[in-house]
């Protein structure tokens, strides 16, 4: 069994960047796509950067002009900067992982962390 443990969240200053920080109990390389995901309150939970593919290591892919994703593959985890912060990005930030294996696709979810974005 996977585990994806979340950090990094906290009470942050509109206009501030952030890092947040997904460590996996598994080697990150034997994972396919790699995700973090965002869910406001009251909202459904959305995609704001992946990482696809195997065994690739700090690949980083921005999604919506200020999310960067990369993988960090000394620490073993994949990371998710946000630039310029702004009060709708308040909420839970979630990692997600999936690999191909014994035929099919198993997904894990790590337990999210929180971001408050507030002056």
């Known amino acids: 069994q996977v585990q994806l443990v979340e950090s990094g969240g906290g009470l942050v200053q509109p206009g501030r960047s952030l890092t947040l920080s997904c460590a996996s109990s598994?080697?990150?390389?034997?994972?396919?796509?790699m995700a973090w995901y965002h869910q406001a309150p009251g909202k459904q939970r959305e995609l704001v950067a992946q990482?696809?593919?195997?065994?690739?290591?700090g690949l980083s892919t921005t999604s919506h002009g200020r999310f960067t994703i990369s993988r960090d593959a000394a620490e073993n985890t994949v990371d998710l900067q946000i630039d310029s912060l702004k009060p709708e990005d308040t909420g839970v930030y979630y990692c997600?992982?999936?690999?191909?294996?014994?035929?099919?696709?198993?997904?894990?979810w790590g337990q999210g962390t929180q971001v408050t974005v507030s002056s």
């Open positions: 598994r080697n990150i390389a034997d994972f396919g796509r």
């Open positions: 997600f992982a999936t690999v191909y294996e014994l035929g099919r696709h198993n997904d894990y």
């Open positions: 990482i696809p593919a195997y065994g690739r290591t």
